[in-house]
């Protein structure tokens, strides 16, 4: 079982095959404790922890490429092209480096987003501000 520190670097593909694999492993254990055939009950709490731990990592990522995509300056910018976001956890920054390419690879834009901002609540609140600054190639 990989740490969170591991699955914030994995790619987007080694994350949902890891997914998948955890899912399917799953499965089997819980058809071994229907059969009364499971040893190791403990490993039902393993895997259902490493499941949770991969989609929240998944989630965030579909978090973070949101927010930089309402960057009014980004979406101007991405608005009619073809792009794919890449993004990663910076543990330097504390935050996450969303990279936006065009479908040949050339890179439009970076941004970085906190996700720990404070959310402002209530019916009038305002959407808060995750994108700490952002690059747009020239």
């Known amino acids: 079982m990989a740490n969170i520190v591991e699955l914030n670097q ?36 393993q895997v259902r922890r490493q499941i949770a731990q991969v989609e929240t990592v998944l989630h965030q990522r579909d978090l973070v490429t949101d927010a930089a995509v309402a960057e009014p300056a980004i979406a101007q910018l991405l608005d009619g092209n073809e792009w794919q976001a890449h993004a ?20 439009l834009a970076t941004a970085w987003v906190n996700l720990n ?10 959407q808060a501000q995750m994108v700490i600054r952002h690059e747009v190639a020239r």
């Open 117 to 126: 901002k404070a959310r402002p609540k209530g019916r009038a609140a305002q």
């Open 88 to 107: 990663r956890f910076i543990y330097e920054d504390s935050a996450w480096q969303v990279e936006f390419n065009d479908k040949s690879g050339k890179k």
């Open 10 to 45: 994995m790619s987007r593909d080694k994350l949902e095959k890891t997914l998948e694999e955890a899912r399917e492993e799953m499965f089997n254990l819980r058809f071994q404790v229907a059969s009364a055939r499971l040893e190791n009950t403990a490993r039902l709490r």
